[in-house]
């Protein structure tokens, strides 16, 4: 069975595994949700105000496919409501963890160990029915730390603008339409200009949400500053 790197990564070393208790819950004023299937179990920590999920851990008893899947699941649906949280894919998950965007991160084999994971989200999504949360909650793609490239890429004043924009399309593959995609919205670069001006379209829910010209586009242009280069700026088409 082989896995990308970035996935082995994610078996060897797990951050979110472990469970939460009644009383942990109770302290931090949060409903606990448990989703369970067969030998794996994911604890929610969800606000009853707006269905986020505020911190999330698993337990899981099976194969490294299983372990991994839970881990990046977990890691994706964090700080997420659960209404987004049952928009997770198997796709998703898969890219999440690929070293190359044309190679899948799980070999087949592991389709059964992503379905169970899926089935597990559905089971503690369903707990979470009674919860209201905003018709228009904010689509931010991520709100967690990311690293930063001192000044950009070395040489990226020097490359060519296809290569720019090839670079660009792969920060944005990884790192942004994941997040984008479990509101059922999507984005595409239109064009990339000599000054540095990214102009990109929305698609699906993402044209007609108010922070697509908002906070997620102020996060959009946040994370190329810092993963590619500061001298770029994000302009969407109207």
Known sequence: MTFSKKLMDRIERPRFAGFF???EAEEKQMRLVTGREGLL??????????GIIADAKFQ????PALLGAAEVATELVLRKNYD??????????????RDKKETPAFPRSAFSAL???LSAIDRAVHQCI??????????TPIEADFGEIPGGLPGWDNFPLEQ?????????????RPYIELDAGGVKIVTLKENGELVIAYEGSCTTCHSSTGSTLTAIQKILKARVHPSLFVTPTL
């Not at 899981?60 to 194969?63: E, H, K, L, R, S």
């Not at 949280?85 to 963890?97: G, M």
């Not at 720019?164 to 942004?176: N, S, Y």
């Open 41 to 50: 179990c994911f604890y929610w920590l969800v606000d009853e105000s707006d």
């Open 60 to 63: 899981a008893f099976g194969p």
């Open 84 to 97: 987004q949280a049952s928009r997770l894919s198997a796709d998703l998950i898969d890219q999440h963890v």
């Open 130 to 139: 009674d919860i209201p949360f905003a018709a228009t909650y904010d689509m």
């Open 115 to 117: 379905n169970q994971v």
């Open 164 to 176: 720019r924009q090839k670079i660009i399309e792969e920060v944005i593959d990884k790192e942004i």
């Open 21 to 23: 208790l009644t009383r």
